[in-house]
């Protein structure tokens, strides 16, 4: 009974460990290679048009700067956890009260190259 509970509780931590949210504009490569669908050279190109021209804005923008990523795949990235830009630079600038401080708050969290860290 108790070796039934365990593997319950195992897989359901892997379960909600593989939809982990991975954020494009901030994941190194390994973050980005722990989304299925993306290997070594997927992860390559998407950081090197990262680091050449910027943030990706949305879906849209990204796959017609990476080659290879199509609307479908978008989708079915999307769908196995990959994200464009984190929830908190929206709400930053949404809820700033000054001009000068909602830009400076967007170029911060935009510019923030911070490693994400996927565990398996």
């Known amino acids: 009974m108790i070796k039934k509970v365990i593997a319950a509780f195992a897989l359901a931590l892997s379960v909600g460990s593989a939809f982990a949210a991975v954020d494009v504009n ?10 299925k669908g993306i290997g070594p050279a997927k992860a390559k190109a998407i950081l090197d048009e990262r680091d050449a021209h910027g943030p990706f ?33 929206t709400a930053a600038a949404a809820h700033a009260g000054s001009g000068a401080l909602a830009a400076n708050a967007a170029t911060a969290a935009a510019s923030a190259h911070q490693p994400v860290v996927v565990k398996k």
């Open 57 to 89: 804005k949305d879906a849209a923008e990204m796959s017609k700067r990476v080659k290879g990523m199509g609307g479908k795949t978008m989708e079915r990235l999307q769908a196995e956890g990959l994200t464009i830009g984190p929830a908190s630079k």
């Open 26 to 35: 901030t994941a190194n490569t390994d973050a980005l290679r722990g989304i």
